[in-house]
Structures are given as structure tokens and as C-alpha cells.
């Protein structure tokens, strides 16, 4: 079943119909792929103003990363989960308002990306808009519409860090050009939800110096948040020297709060062979418990913690994995 079709289904909700869909994603390979592009694509073009970090994309991109623990008979209850999920919600209607307006009036002059990220910095949604399609047709299409508004989003990690991760590893599982301006539109639409503080100065601090630091029993959130921060830090984007200028400055707030705070984890909480966990049974007990969403997001956070091996991490997944499930 193509994308059109299938975005059809969803938004119908017809959980018949997307039986045979889900059962031949199960079968992996390209089908499986397909679907969770889909999915990853409908997430991105929802219309959001609830909490940031319930987004459906952030779920999805959660569940497509506990499925590649097993992508050669992926989880049927995983894949039915992100269509339930998906099912129903309405989309926006408006992403291409803007750019078919600057095409019939055209580009005019050179767009500078600093005047595009100015007017997001300044809550100038219009202007913004306006900008950000002029920036997007100016630059043949380029994902760097993509970058700029992900930099700017770090600006609040703590409220934009989580989802600004999910949508970037979301784009990149298939790059397709053609859904460029999808991500651009759901990125801009979430980071203009707050006002951003101005850039921060560079600190001296890097994801790992701080794993050891954390209490394990310290907020789930946090443990979720620096996780995904992990995750931007050891890749290699376009921003990264933007990316881990904000972070670092986020982990030094991070540190400070630790410092003040009277949450004390107790060494050598008692782990049961933690690092065997199979996150995927876990997702299926999360899903047949009809637990929060945020579960399954808190879920992949750990699932990736559980590659650092030490001490203090298989205290923090003991702890948390039992409260989750």
C-alpha cells in the first residue's frame, strides 16, 4: 500500500483495513521500512498544541527504535500500537500556504539565514513564516531549514530537546526530499509553542562527564532528556558545533540542579542481569497494561542507557524499568 493510501487509512482510523498493511510489515524488509516512513511522515504532519513531549512523532520514532531490535519479525503489537496512535488525528492544512505565495510573488532578493533565525529568536510568526519559505525555496529544497530551526530549538532543551531529537532521527531514517517542508513545518510549529532564550555560551561539559552524577533515582525525564542529548552529541550533523554549544550549557544547568538537589541514589541498587532486558517485550507488557505513551518514550531513553555499562546505569534502569512496567 502506497503513502497517499495509507494516510488515507489512518486518518480514518480504520483498524480493519490496516490489518493486512500491519501484517505485511511484520514480514520486514521494504514493507516494513515503508510503513514506519508512513508513519514517521503522518506524525510530522500533525496538527499539535498539546504537551511537546507527547508528540506522535516522538512516539513513533520511540517505537521504530525498540523495533530495530528486531527487524526481521518485527512486533506485530508494536506496529498495530503506532496506528492506533496516529489513528484519527487531524493534519494541518496550511504547509503550503506560504510557499505557494512566495512562489507566485517570488523570491525576491538573497534570503539570509540569519534574518530567517531572527525573526524565529523574536516571535515574529508571520514574518517567520514568510522567511522560512523564501530560506527553504532559495536553498533548492536543502534539509538546512531543517538544521537552522533544530539549532534554534536547543536554545530550551528542556522544552524542545526530546522532541527536536525525535524529529531528527524521524527525517533521517529516509531523507526523502520531497518531505523536507513537512519536517520544516512541524519543527517550526512546535519551537514557536514557547519563546526561545537568546544563544548560550559554550561550557565546559560533555553528556558522559555527567553519568556518574546523577543520582539513579533522580527524575525519569532527565535520564530520557540526556539520553537523547547523547544521542546529538556523538552524531555528526551539519550544527553540531550549535547543537553542542546549547547542550553544554544545558548540562551545566543540569549539574547545577544536582548539586542543590536532596534526591540521593544508593550504590549497588540490586540489578537482575539488566543489560539482557528485551525492550521489546517489555514495549508489547507496556502496551497490554493500555499504560501511558510516555512509557514507551521513557522506554527508548533507557533501552539506549543501557548501552553505557556501568554502575550507576544499571542502578537507573533497575529503578526506572520497574516503575514503567
Not at 111 to 124: A, L, M, N, R, Y
Request: proline letters at 3%.
Amino acid at each position: 500500500m502506497n503513502g497517499p493510501t495509507l494516510f488515507k487509512l489512518i486518518r480514518s482510523g480504520d483498524l480493519e483495513q490496516s490489518d493486512s498493511v500491519i501484517a505485511k510489515a511484520s514480514k520486514g524488509g521494504d514493507a516494513l521500512v515503508q510503513y514506519l516512513n508512513c508513519m514517521l511522515l503522518y506524525a510530522a504532519s500533525v496538527e499539535w498544541d498539546k504537551n511537546i513531549d507527547s508528540h506522535p512523532i516522538i512516539i513513533i520514532n520511540s517505537v521504530k527504535n525498540i523495533l530495530s531490535d528486531n527487524i526481521e519479525k518485527p512486533s506485530i503489537t508494536l506496529l498495530t500500537f503506532c496506528f492506533n496512535i496516529l489513528s484519527k488525528l487531524p493534519l494541518r492544512d496550511n504547509d503550503e500556504y506560504y510557499i505557494k505565495k512566495v512562489e507566485k510573488e517570488g523570491v525576491g532578493l538573497a534570503v539570509f539565514i540569519g534574518e530567517f533565525e531572527d525573526s524565529i529568536q523574536s516571535g515574529d510568526r508571520g514574518k517567520a513564516e514568510i522567511l522560512a519559505a523564501k530560506f527553504f525555496l532559495a536553498s533548492d529544497k536543502s534539509r538546512a531549514i531543517i538544521d537552522s530551526l533544530a539549532e534554534l530549538g536547543f536554545q530550551n532543551i528542556n522544552s524542545n530537546g526530546l522532541f527536536i531529537f525525535h524529529l531528527l532521527r524521524a527525517f533521517n531514517f529516509m531523507q526523502k526530499k520531497s518531505q523536507i517542508w513537512t519536517y520544516a513545518c512541524c519543527l517550526m510549529n512546535i519551537i514557536k509553542l514557547k519563546k526561545l532564550p537568546n544563544p548560550h555560551k559554550r561550557r565546559d561539559f560533555m553528556p558522559e562527564s555527567l553519568i556518574n552524577d546523577i543520582p539513579y533515582n533522580y527524575d525519569i525525564k532527565t535520564w530520557v532528556i540526556l539520553a537523547a542529548m547523547l544521542r546529538v552529541w556523538n552524531n555528526d550533523y551539519v550544527r553540531q558545533d550549535g547543537y553542542r554549544r546549547e547542550i553544554s550549557h544545558w548540562l551545566y544547568l543540569l549539574k547545577t540542579n544536582i548539586d542543590k538537589s536532596e534526591v540521593k541514589g544508593i550504590s549497588n541498587y540490586p540489578g537482575l542481569n539488566i543489560f539482557h532486558n528485551n525492550f521489546i517485550k517489555i514495549a508489547e507488557e507496556i502496551i497490554s497494561k493500555n499504560k501511558m505513551p510516555d512509557n514507551i518514550i521513557a522506554l527508548d531513553g533507557l533501552r539506549y542507557l543501557s548501552k553505557i555499562k556501568n554502575k550507576n546505569i544499571i542502578n537507573v534502569l533497575d529503578y526506572h524499568l520497574k516503575k514503567l512496567r
